[in-house]
């Protein structure tokens, strides 16, 4: 009898836990906003262009809130709006918020997610910053309504610090390039030698014209152009600030003295990377592939996060509604598992995400921080980017 009495004790625990037959599922409605750009002319052939970068992982993510949601009579709509070039983001904000749209994934640059986020519409929705790396997002101009999923620039420069001082390179030697954000890569880098007492024994400025590999003489004239640049005081690494992506890759095997190149190339600080196959990556990696037919790149891994993230809060408070949703994902309650080996966690004082920062070189991946040793009395991941008492985010 006691055996009968358990047994219907537990199919009537799984019974109340299954949705009713033909009821409506409580749908979830999340936003995926980004703006048309001209198409990246890529360095070789071996990179192909693509159109969809983002929301490819955005809808991955969605296809996976849907494989739990359905045990919960739960269903995940994405709604996707691309603002044309000389589009207004204002504009799009009312559109999405006429849809319904309270949570939403921003594939912006700065100026764009910044004009997202303080739209009249945005003041009921959470916005997920799976792009802009920029670190004033996260200190002067944060916003209440912002969460940020993608790594800021002084977290990956910190990333890349810690690993540097493991091996005891801590003469750099910085080479800038001549976009704004190149600049803000380098500031990032130059407050990175600071928290981890390294030296920049000489910083130079990119002023080359970008050579043309594809005519006969290129590549000689990037080899005699480098090779007399790289010259000058003594150093452990060569550290490249180039988000343009203009001329850091010519500097590999080039330089006037044997040395590592790292930073925006060689080595690189990145939230995601194809080499990355630990922690069950490779399952993701296979997925993300058979449904978009090229590699995971870091703005669709941000923006599966951001999905997944919602996806997440709304498995664990079994609610459709957006506000419910939005303060579980800030809440001490909240963790996101993202094939980094651990939990991910917002930090309340500038929304950002906590997380590893892979070290991926071409074809491996070289190292994971923070690194062992470099510890932190809340999380060793508060070692990466602005900690607590250095924030400067006044309106959260």
Not at 35 to 62: H, N, W, Y
Not at 79 to 108: C, K, N, S
Not at 165 to 175: F, G, I, T
Not at 196 to 218: H, S
Request: charged letters at 25%; proline letters at 6%; one cysteine or more.
């Amino acid at each position: 009898m006691g055996r009968a009495a358990a047994l219907l004790t537990i199919a009537a625990a799984l019974l109340l836990g299954v949705p009713a037959w033909g009821a409506d599922p409580m749908v979830v409605r999340i936003g995926y906003l980004t703006r048309a750009e001209e198409p990246r002319i890529p360095q070789t052939f071996l990179e192909p262009v693509s159109d969809d970068e983002g929301v490819q992982g955005a809808r991955l993510a969605i296809t996976d809130n849907n494989t739990t949601g359905r045990f919960l009579n739960q269903r995940f709509d994405l709604v996707e709006v691309t603002v044309p070039e000389d589009g207004r983001v204002e504009d799009a904000m009312r559109d999405l918020a006429g849809q319904g749209v309270r949570l939403l994934v921003a594939d912006l640059k700065e100026d764009a997610l910044l004009a997202a986020a303080t739209a009249p519409e945005a003041g009921d929705m959470l916005l997920f910053n799976t792009r802009a790396p920029d670190d004033d997002l996260r200190n002067e101009r944060c916003r209440a309504n912002l969460l940020h999923v993608t790594p800021s620039r002084r977290m990956q420069a910190d990333a890349l610090a810690q690993y540097l001082a493991s091996r005891k390179w801590m003469n750099w030697l910085l080479v800038v390039g001549r976009t704004p954000q190149d600049a803000a890569y380098a500031d990032a880098i130059r407050a990175a030698a600071k928290r981890y007492r390294a030296k920049i024994v000489e910083e130079k400025r990119w002023t080359f014209e970008d050579a043309n590999r594809r005519v006969d003489t290129g590549h000689v004239t990037v080899q005699s152009e480098i090779l007399t640049f790289t010259q000058g005081t003594e150093h452990d690494v060569l550290v490249v600030a180039d988000e343009a992506d203009g001329f850091g890759e010519y500097l590999l095997y080039q330089t006037w003295l044997p040395r590592p190149v790292v930073g925006t190339h060689g080595l690189v600080p990145t939230a995601w990377s194809r080499v990355h196959e630990q922690w069950g990556a490779t399952q993701i990696h296979s997925r993300f592939e058979r449904q978009a037919g090229r590699w995971m790149r870091p703005r669709d891994y941000t923006a599966w996060m951001a999905v997944r993230a919602v996806g997440e809060a709304a498995t664990r408070t079994k609610s459709a509604d957006p506000a419910a949703l939005a303060a579980f994902v800030r809440g001490p309650d909240f963790t996101l598992p993202a094939f980094k080996g651990q939990g991910l966690t917002f930090r309340d004082w500038d929304g950002q995400l906590r997380q590893p920062v892979l070290l991926a070189g071409p074809r491996v991946l070289v190292s994971v921080s923070p690194q062992p040793g470099y510890l932190h009395q809340y999380s060793e991941l508060d070692t990466l980017g602005d900690d607590r008492p250095e924030s400067r985010c006044r309106n959260r």
